[in-house]
Every structure is written in C-alpha cells, then in structure tokens.
C-alpha cells in the first residue's frame, strides 16, 4: 500500500512537472520570442518560470500530497520543504539578541529591495555584508521572527546562520511532541519569556533550488553538525544552560529532508539570566 501510494505521488509530480515545461517552452517562450530579442526573451521565460509558474504548481502538487503532514522542518515560499528545525532557545528577545551578539553574530536585515539589492551586490563582487537579509522560510504560519549570521572567511557567500520563530511558553508545554505545536500561527506577546524555535545551517556559496530554479545559497548538507556547532559556541561563552535533547515532530526516524541530512534531534536550551 505504501508503495502504490509513493508510485501515485510520483506519478502526480512528474505530471505538474511535464505540465509545467510544456507551459513553460510552448507558451512562455514562444510569447516572449516573438516579441523581444531572443536574449531578453530567455531571461524574462527564466523569470516567469522560476519565480512564478513552478512554484505555483509545486505549491499545488504539495498540497495535495503534504495536507496531513505535521512538519519537523521549515517550508520554503514555494511550499517546499526548506531547513530543518533543530534548535529551540527559552528565553526573551533582548537575551536572545545579547547571547548571539556576544558570539560575534549580526542580526540579519530585513528582506527588501535595498537589502537584496546590497546582498546582491556583496554576493557578485563577493565584499563584505555582516547583516545580509535572510530569504523568508516559513514555520507556524509565518515568516521567521528574527535571525542571525556570522560570516566565514569575511564572505557573504559562506556564512553560519539560523532563523528563529517565537512560541508562547505556554501553548509549547501544552502542544510540544504533538500535531498542535506545529500548526500554531499565533505570534505572543513582545517582551515576554518565549520559546523560540529554531534553524541553524551554514552556506557554503551559490546554488539554484531544487525544481524551481531560483538563485539562492548552496548550504551544508549536515544540519546535525552545525546545530552542534553553535550550541557548543553557546555554550563556550555561558549563554546558555540545561541543554536537552528533544525528537522534531512525530515519530520522525534519522532522514534527509530536501538535500539535508537530519536526525530529527532539537537541541533545547535555556538562555543564561545574565544576558539581559
């Protein structure tokens, strides 16, 4: 049964995909070309297919074969399934901010035209950008709250980073390990003590997204490693304590998510008292 249904959803996604080229090559294109010099033509297709058609019809593709799934990892703007969850920190925003501002971490613009701009400019030329904007990824409902970066190699290409989403401490205790946790969309109160839920990755340089195409970063695959990394440099300068180790979503066996390997773990911490 299991089988059928994967050879089915299979199946489904090789049809949008067909669907989606054919649109792509035999209307898109064929437009385009008629109208404009063929150069302008293929960057306005690339344009139109990337950034519009196929995500569309991917979001509709999961739709279908994703709507009872509970999440253990973020979603992309396509509705595809983007980094993984693997950090959960207890404690305000102010001593969030402090803890990571003492490791040497920026926190990342907010995304626009004048920051995409900027980052596309540091990326090309490859100059500095300590607080490069964050493509938007989505968890319970929402876009990340707030996030944070550290370059390598004085790189806007290379760069440790995480994304957070805070959680009402209460709506945690009372939904953690269940269907609920995940499928939360209230934003709490500024200024109180919250969950923020987290996911940390490290890009490594320039890459496309899968099946849409898009310009992004390429990112190590590892997700485990770099979880492990900045909970050790928390730890290092005593921003942190009782770290325990929790299971992501519901019975979620080690696995690769998109083109990341996870073992589902969630590293979770309280924020020292005296990073106020």
């Not at 990337?50 to 509970?70: E, S, T, W």
């Amino acid at each position: 049964m299991r089988l059928l249904r994967r050879l089915i959803q299979r199946l489904l996604i090789f049809g949008l995909g067909i669907f989606s080229v054919w649109l792509i090559v035999f209307v898109v294109f064929e437009t385009a070309d008629n109208r404009l010099p063929w150069v302008l033509a293929v960057g306005i297709t690339y344009g139109v297919a990337a950034y519009i058609i196929l995500p569309r019809v991917i979001r509709m593709g999961l739709k279908i074969l994703q709507h009872r799934l509970v999440p253990s990892y973020t979603i992309t703007g396509d509705g595809l399934p983007g980094d993984p969850v693997n950090i959960a920190l207890v404690g305000t925003l102010d001593q969030l901010r402090t803890a990571f501002t003492a490791l040497g971490w920026s926190e990342a613009d907010r995304l626009g035209l004048t920051s995409s701009w900027r980052m596309t400019q540091a990326f090309v030329l490859n100059s500095p950008y300590p607080t490069a904007p964050f493509s938007t990824l989505y968890l319970f409902g929402r876009g990340q709250d707030i996030g944070f970066q550290k370059a390598i190699d004085n790189s806007p290409r290379k760069r440790h980073h995480i994304r957070f989403w805070a959680l009402s401490l209460t709506r945690a205790q009372k939904t953690w390990g269940a269907a609920g946790f995940w499928l939360n969309t209230d934003r709490p109160p500024a200024g109180e003590p919250v969950l923020w839920v987290g996911a940390g990755t490290r890009d490594t340089g320039l890459s496309l997204t899968r099946l849409t195409f898009q310009i992004t970063h390429a990112t190590d695959s590892d997700t485990n490693a770099e979880r492990d990394y900045i909970i050790a440099e928390l730890r290092k300068n005593r921003s942190i304590e009782a770290v325990q180790v929790y299971r992501s979503g519901e019975h979620l066996p080690a696995e690769r998510v998109n083109h990341y390997v996870t073992d589902g773990e969630i590293m979770l911490a309280s924020l020292a008292t005296g990073n106020t």
